[in-house]
């Protein structure tokens, strides 16, 4: 991750057990000052018993948590220069939107508390509305209010638990590139919760997935996306499409590599091949599939089980002769649609499949 800076946020073998059950498993993750950086798990992962190691609301069972050189484990909550925005707004009620935001600086002592939430207001796009109170806005500008009570005193890292999780689909979605706006002007690190892969996608720089209190992977979202290291993150990321092969004996040449299923010899980027695999689990993304013999050298033959019109593309499940299914994703072009029960070719080229050494790697 090349060299630390002062804000980097380092997790050192961060551990946490409650009774016998370990919640978080020894974990090592270096966070970059100035990152948007996302957890993504499923439920009960530890996601966000790690966000609350981060807080100072829950203390380690062991190791230790460093801002920069700064050893913070220790630390109460009120003195880490960290901030929390939940779910839930937790504005206070009775105040104006402007006192909500001030709240803290007043209470420090800050001369310039006005001015700074006045600023921060106009970061969220809710300039000249801090004279109302939190009753009197949707619940998207209590959002955004919560948002810049969090930001006001510039912490060194803002932490966001399923932030956005209350909101309505439209409304998560502007607030998701609106979040990555306020992370980019404002340069802090925030480290956001999330169990929606899309929403960790569309944000963050860099995501570490999570299962059962390990991070599998950490990486951008293309490279997860396209190069996920197990069966776990390829599904948790999408439709993964995986075909159980065998890697032909001697096969490696020109950087192609062949594999056996089901009796059909498909072509896979020698180097998408995990070392000394000999079995393994092939992945291709709906999107990568084309139905006819147009997108590749690698040819499976199927029938349509179901067509799904979703607007912007066409999704199709072509059930193989052995029983898997397949999902092919068509952007909705105007090119000529597959019916049901139809007979179909899927094809796609070999550098868009990825492999995995099943040998490893029981498919989730
Ligand atoms: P979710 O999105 O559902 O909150 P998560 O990935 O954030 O999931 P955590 O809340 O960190 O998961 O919980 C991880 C595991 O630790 C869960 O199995 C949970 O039941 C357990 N756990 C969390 N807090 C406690 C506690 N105070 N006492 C006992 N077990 C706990």
């Not at 060299?3 to 961060?14: I, N, P, Y």
């Not at 092969?245 to 498909?266: C, K, M, N, Q, Y």
Request: with cysteine.
């Amino acid at each position: 991750m090349g060299e630390t800076r002062k804000g980097d946020l380092h997790l050192v073998a961060l551990t946490k057990t409650f009774g016998t059950f370990t919640a978080v498993q020894p974990m090592d993750l270096t966070i970059p000052q100035g990152s948007f950086f996302a957890l993504l798990g499923p439920s009960g992962c530890g996601k966000t018993t790690t966000l609350r190691m981060i807080a100072g609301l829950e203390a380690p069972t062991a190791g230790s948590i460093r801002i920069g050189d700064q050893d913070i484990t220790a630390t109460k909550a009120h003195q880490r220069n960290v901030n929390t925005v939940f779910q839930s707004y937790a504005l206070f009620p009775h105040m104006t939107v402007l006192d909500n935001v001030m709240f803290g600086l007043k209470r420090r002592g800050d001369k310039d508390a006005r001015r700074k939430a006045t600023e921060a207001l106009e970061l969220v796009q809710l300039e000249g509305l801090g004279g109302r109170k939190p009753v009197q806005l949707s619940g998207g500008m209590q959002q955004r209010v919560a948002l810049a009570r969090a930001l006001v005193n510039r912490p060194d890292v803002l932490l966001l638990d399923e932030p956005l999780g209350a909101l309505d689909l439209k409304l998560r979605r502007q607030m998701q590139i609106e979040l990555k706006r306020i992370q980019q002007e404002v340069g802090l690190t925030f480290i956001h919760v999330t169990h929606d892969q899309e929403e960790a996608m569309t944000m963050a720089d860099t995501i570490a997935v999570m299962n059962a209190g390990f991070v599998e992977q950490i990486g951008d979202p293309a490279t997860l996306y396209e190069k996920p290291h197990s069966t776990f993150v390829a599904n948790f990321l999408g439709q993964s499409n995986l075909l159980r092969a065998e890697v032909v004996p001697g096969s490696p040449r020109d950087g192609i590599t062949l594999v056996r299923s089901h009796d059909a010899d498909l072509e896979v980027a020698t180097d998408h091949l995990p070392a000394g695999a000999s079995d393994v689990w092939l992945g291709v993304r709906p999107e990568k599939l084309r139905l006819g013999e147009v997108g590749g050298p690698n040819r499976l033959r199927g029938t349509v089980r179901d067509v799904s019109f979703t607007g912007v593309a066409i999704q199709y499940i072509v059930r193989m002769p052995w029983g898997r299914e397949l999902t092919v994703v068509q952007q909705n072009d105007g090119s000529a649609r597959a019916s049901l029960g139809e007979d179909v070719t899927v094809s796609w080229a070999a550098e868009h499949g990825f492999a995995l050494d099943a040998s490893q790697d029981a498919e989730a």
